[in-house]
Each structure stands twice: as structure tokens, then as C-alpha cells.
């Protein structure tokens, strides 16, 4: 089978996948992404929601669908942050895995068909893939992309593709020549790739934006992640890009232990630019700095010298707060995820 193949069956087979046995992130799961550090990345994420609800006019309402919501703690997040624009807010969480899904109900109220059509409370929803009709609001993919299934090519005389087999009961990799239309896109995106270079064609993740954008008529799309070139990509060793993780540690070689460990490859900007450009492509230090990191931070610096003496709850979480920003906004760590817009008019 391809590799892209094997990583959809890995992830998100539904008897024996990683997602759908229960695999997620937080720090009782296999790794952390920005949400779980802490409430501070919902607080600035509800921020942006309020200023993009203002720059479209205040619709009502005002859809905001988060893509690999897993457990519901973003959401959770942007809840607690109590933002302007929850009277109009009906959040959407899209998550896959129904074990995770049906854990988000213990994190955020989830709408019912018996709760009244509108009481000025933000509603929360859940769903296994992307609405069907187009709205105007905002979709957002905190960490989603880098888990959806790439085809692998390698570099030999011209470009080979690397296939998942099997011999003597272990999964093996298989060099095959590969089809031309994989190779007229390893060719187009990484040219001067040296013999030995590896590269993954991220098909799905392409398909994914194009479907978010058809259903944004208003808005934007907003993708957080890991994210790098095709070219850069090639020119660095495909262990690097292509990871795996398991119990807060990196894993084994992606074919090892298929359903027990997460597989993860960077985000080739380039590649979700042939859909089309972004509009907007900063490291998420920027975006968080954009959206009043800096001023929340401060305040909470200031409760914890007010009231560190007294070692209470507010003075504990002022610290953790600071504690977050600055992880958050590690520049050898979450603060170099890309955070890429794309503006829908």
C-alpha cells in the first residue's frame, strides 16, 4: 500500500487506528499541543475570534468550526475566556475519533435540540467531519494538518515512491517507480533535491484547505502547525519532518507499532499555496503578540506579585499563566509553529 495509505489506517482505522482507540493529546496523552498547556492559548484565540468578529460586521450568527478538535479543551479554552462575541457564537467541534469525541461533552456544554434557539450564551456543537452548508465565521486547525495521511517519494536516478509491504511478518518499506503524477509534483516543488532526498506529497492536506475555503463565505481559514517548505523539507534528513510520538517521547520508525503511536509530518506551506496563497504566514509568537499575549501576560504578572504572599488559587494561577506565555512563545519550541491565514471575502 502507499504510505499515505498506511498512515490513514494507523491514525484512524476505526478498530485499531491511534485516534480511534482513544490516542490524543494532554498531559494524561502522548503529547502536548498549545490548548493543553494550558488556558491561556484559548484566551487569546477567543481575542482573535472577537476581532474577526468585528472586521465582518458582527454576524449572528457567528460560526467558528475548529478541525481535530480532539477532547474539547480549545474550545474549553475560548469558553473561559468569556469573549465579546458569544452571544452570536455557535462553535463547531469536527473531530474524527468518537472515542474523543464523546469525551468533549465533560469539557464544554454541548447543545441539544431541546435547549432554547438563543439565550446569549455561546453554542457548542459536535461533529464527525466538516459542515455541509457554507457560513460566514471562521475555521480554524490547530494541529491538524500534520496528521493527515502524505504519500512519500524518494530521490534515486528520478522519483521513486515509497510503498508499505511486508516480509516475514514485519512492514517494510518497498521502492517502486513512481506514478507520473506524484513525480510531476516532487519535480515542481523540489527541483534540485539530491539524491537520497525525501519528500512528502500532503494530497489530503490540500484537499482538506480547499474544502475549508468552499465553506467559508465570509471570514478566513486559519491553520496552526509545524510548517516548512518542500524544498527545505528535502534538504534535511526525512527523520526530522517525518515523527512519530508516544508517551510524551518521540517513537520508533512510522512503521512500527501501527495504532500505537501518533505520526506526524511538517506542513509544506508551498503545497497548500497551489490551492492558494496565504494571506497572512507568521510564526504563532507573532500571532499570539498580535492578539494581546503581552497584556494578559502582564496582568497576571501583576496578580502574582500582589498576592504571591498569600499563595491562594488566583495568585497560583497568575504564575501558571506566566509559566504558559512563555512556553507558548518559546521560539525553539511551540512559538515557532507557523500560524497561516487565509482571507475569504
Do not use: K
Request: overall charge negative.
Amino acid at each position: 500500500m502507499s504510505f499515505a495509505d498506511f498512515m490513514e489506517t494507523a491514525l484512524y482505522d476505526q478498530q485499531g487506528g491511534f485516534f480511534a482507540t482513544g490516542g490524543a493529546a494532554g498531559r494524561r496523552g502522548h503529547f502536548l499541543t498549545s490548548p493543553e498547556v494550558g488556558p491561556l492559548f484559548g484566551a487569546i484565540l477567543a481575542r482573535a475570534l472577537d476581532r474577526w468578529w468585528a472586521e465582518l460586521g458582527r454576524p449572528e450568527p457567528y460560526v467558528v468550526v475548529e478541525a481535530g478538535a480532539g477532547t474539547g479543551t480549545l474550545a474549553a479554552g475560548v469558553r473561559a475566556a468569556l469573549p465579546a462575541c458569544a452571544p452570536a457564537l455557535h462553535y463547531v467541534m469536527v473531530e474524527r475519533s468518537e472515542p474523543l469525541r464523546g469525551r468533549q461533552a465533560a469539557v464544554v456544554p454541548l447543545a441539544r435540540p431541546s435547549d432554547p434557539p438563543h439565550d446569549a450564551r455561546p453554542i457548542f456543537t459536535s461533529l464527525a467531519e466538516l459542515p455541509g452548508q457554507p457560513f460566514a465565521g471562521i475555521v480554524v486547525a490547530n494541529e491538524l494538518l500534520d496528521n493527515l495521511p502524505v504519500h512519500l517519494l524518494e530521490r534515486r536516478g528520478g522519483w521513486d515512491e515509497v510503498r508499505v509491504g511486508e516480509l516475514h511478518g514485519q512492514l517494510v518499506e518497498v521502492l517502486v517507480p513512481a506514478p507520473p503524477a506524484l513525480v510531476a509534483d516532487a519535480e515542481l516543488l523540489a527541483p534540485d533535491a539530491s539524491a537520497g532526498a525525501r519528500v512528502p506529497l500532503q494530497v489530503a492536506a490540500r484537499s482538506w484547505l480547499q474544502q475549508a475555503l468552499s465553506l467559508v463565505e465570509r471570514g478566513r481559514v486559519v491553520v496552526i502547525d509545524y510548517a516548512d517548505t518542500t524544498a527545505s523539507l528535502a534538504a534535511r534528513p526525512a527523520a526530522e519532518w517525518l515523527r512519530t510520538y508516544r508517551a510524551h517521547g518521540r517513537g520508533g520508525h512510522p512503521l512500527e507499532h501501527p495504532g500505537a503511536q501518533d505520526i506526524t509530518c511538517e506542513v509544506a506551506v508551498d503545497q497548500l499555496a497551489r490551492v492558494r496563497p496565504p494571506a497572512v504566514d507568521r510564526a504563532q509568537a507573532e500571532f499570539l503578540q498580535a492578539h494581546g499575549i503581552e497584556e494578559l501576560t502582564a496582568a497576571a504578572r501583576a496578580r502574582w506579585h500582589e498576592r504571591a504572599h498569600l499563595g491562594d488559587l488566583e495568585a497560583l494561577e497568575a504564575r501558571s499563566r506566566v509559566g504558559e506565555a512563555a512556553a507558548l512563545t518559546d521560539p525553539a519550541g511551540l512559538g515557532a509553529f507557523r500560524v497561516l491565514e487565509w482571507a475569504v471575502h
